[in-house]
């Protein structure tokens, strides 16, 4: 990982200048889409807190006796919170474990970090188990609470955190960085399919996605020919990755919306799929591709929850099969 992304220069500059001041809030809650980077900035924001030599800029020097701890995981001040392995969720039980370690002081005598991320995955619970500790935590703290999806946590949290937004970079600083990153090919495409971030953006060109998504509209426009079979390809893809799947489909809904109202492909997400999504457009209702939006987002948002992915993609599949 960089030391921190270019596009988040900005917030790396205030936060860091109010650090030096001694005027840095007690939590903060970073928001924006993910695959920007949130979580990679607020582990080095700790870094570079406990660092005992961070460079002019404020980054940590990753060699120190305290950076040294902090690379093998050991640091006893530093904190980090998220849903534990299988579960979709952080339970009530580790915001009360959490909330008991910082009920007492620093175990080295400096400052105390803790990372909660994604925040919005804490149930209503949990989140009511960390207020107090948020209103009162304590000298040299920083609570940091990562969320892509902030207006999902309760009033109450928010209003205890100073936000800090982390915006989408503009298309040369996200393509010069992808090229860095080595990527090659249609990058315009990759970022339009990544709703725009460069660390999505990265990751499918890395995965394979173009190919797995090449395969995937083949078979979500057959199964409107009667050539494929909803069940099975509700188990093919929940196997695969339910959440790309999902994220594809909204995509090829939202251009066949576009082409319902303007023929100029110029503005589609999927370009390169013109050829397959222009006919079908010419065949469907412009208010039932609406309605099948709305159903794809609630879909979407049900995903971060203990949903049953194959039974959800189930009924995705059986009502575009349905729409006319
Ligand atoms: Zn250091």
Redesign the pocket.
Known sequence: MEKSYSWQDNQWRQIISRAKLGSLPHSLLLTGLPGLGKFDFAVELA?SL?????DEEGH?????????L?KAGTHPDFHIVSPEEKSKVIKIDQIRDFCNVMAHKSQLGGYRVAILSPAESMNTSAANALLKTLEEPGERTLIMLVSSQPGYLPATIRSRCQKVDFGLPDYNTSKNWLEKQGVTGDIKLLLNLSLKTPLTALATFNDGHLQERAAFINEFLGLKQGLQNPLQLADKWNKLQPERCLAWMMSWIMDLIRLKSDDNTSHMINNDMKQHLQPIARQLDLLNLFSFQDKLQVANRQLTTQVNGQLLLEDLFITWIKIR
């Open positions: 870094n406990f660092c005992e030599q961070p940590s020097c990753g060699q120190c006796r305290i950076c040294l902090l």
